[in-house]
């Protein structure tokens, strides 16, 4: 049930890559942990949010597994990065199961940063920032140089961003 091939992932693991609701369905009501953690340090939520699976991260979100969990060896969360790959529906899941918002991984960005820094400033990546702003997401954590999300969009020439930043900042 909880078996580990050479990449450290489980049964779970390996229905979750596979989009295989029923497969995972039944592993969790067998006991499978819905929270392991394979050896690149992903969990299924992270997987999901990843692959920008919204049915099977809701399917897993509903048997239990967290979203609040670090993983990567970045030590980020999945939110981190589905902000990174601008995956709004996704992120929008994982603010309503209690993702920290706020979370700092090691290259010191937040979902917040790695939505801008990371992103392409294109329409899914506004999306994702407006979820993480309109959830409270912090503008005053910075990354390692000090910059504050403005700053970085404004860096990047996200005109967009900049506006929507600006918009959160004078309602607070």
């Known amino acids: 049930l909880n078996a580990r091939d050479a990449y450290g992932r489980t049964p779970l693991h390996v229905a979750t890559y596979a989009r295989q609701a ?4 039944a592993l969790a ?3 499978a942990d819905l929270n392991a953690l394979e050896s690149d340090r992903y969990d299924a939520v992270t997987i999901a949010a990843v692959a920008d699976d919204e049915a099977t991260l809701r399917l897993l979100l509903e048997l239990g597994a967290t979203a609040k969990q670090t993983t990567s060896r970045y030590d980020g969360t999945a939110l981190i990065a ?16 209690g993702a920290p918002l706020d979370h700092v991984n ?3 960005w937040t979902a917040l940063i790695e939505s801008i820094v990371l992103g392409n400033g294109g329409p899914r990546h506004q999306a994702t920032l407006q979820a993480l702003l309109r959830a409270g997401a912090s503008q005053t954590l910075t990354d ?8 970085l969009a404004r860096q990047r020439g996200f005109s967009e961003m ?6 959160a900042a004078a309602r607070r």
Not at 22 to 25: D, E, H, L, S
Not at 144 to 151: A, F, I, M, S, Y
């Open 22 to 25: 029923q497969a995972i369905r």
């Open 144 to 151: 390692r140089q000090g910059n504050t999300p403005l700053q």
């Open 106 to 108: 090691n290259l010191h």
């Open 82 to 97: 589905a902000a990174h790959l601008g995956h709004d529906g996704v992120v929008r899941q994982l603010i309503t199961a």
């Open 29 to 31: 009501k067998a006991g």
């Open 162 to 167: 900049v506006r929507m930043l600006e918009a």
